[in-house]
């Protein structure tokens, strides 16, 4: 059982940027499509970004394409996800989620969650 813990949330003001971290522990998520989410209040959890990182593609939401990057160092078994240019609608939970195949399309669903990161963007 793999467990995902995020770290790296806070409050920004528009405009700024923040790195986000997902440290796995457990066992290695190196072959693991990893991605990220997000959920605000009185919405559901939102697709933020995923990938296999194998040369399989990494996929983005519209509303943070050009402006988030996931990445991942598989020697700390960490996925990232770097987000610039923030704005007060990006504000949510953040949550870190593995997929339980080592490549990754838009239908398919995670199989572990961290408990999520608070990131508030003031205006």
């Known amino acids: 059982q793999v467990q995902l813990v995020e770290s790296g949330g806070g409050l920004v003001q528009a405009g700024d940027s923040l790195r986000l971290s997902c440290a796995a522990s457990?066992?290695?998520?190196?072959?693991?499509?990893m991605g990220w989410f997000r959920q605000s209040p009185g919405k559901e959890r939102e697709f933020v970004a995923a990938?296999?990182?194998?040369?399989?593609?990494?996929f983005y939401a519209d509303s943070v394409k050009g402006r988030f990057a996931i990445s991942r160092d598989n020697a700390k078994n960490t996925v990232y996800l770097q987000m610039n240019s923030l704005k007060p609608e990006d504000t949510a939970v953040y949550y870190c989620?593995?997929?339980?195949?080592?490549?990754?399309?838009?239908?398919?669903?995670?199989?572990?969650w961290g408990q999520g990161t608070q990131v508030t963007v003031s205006s």
């Open positions: 989620a593995a997929y339980g195949a080592s490549w990754y399309s838009p239908s398919m669903v995670p199989n572990s």
């Open positions: 457990g066992r290695s998520m190196s072959g693991n499509a």
């Open positions: 990938g296999s990182f194998g040369g399989g593609g990494i």
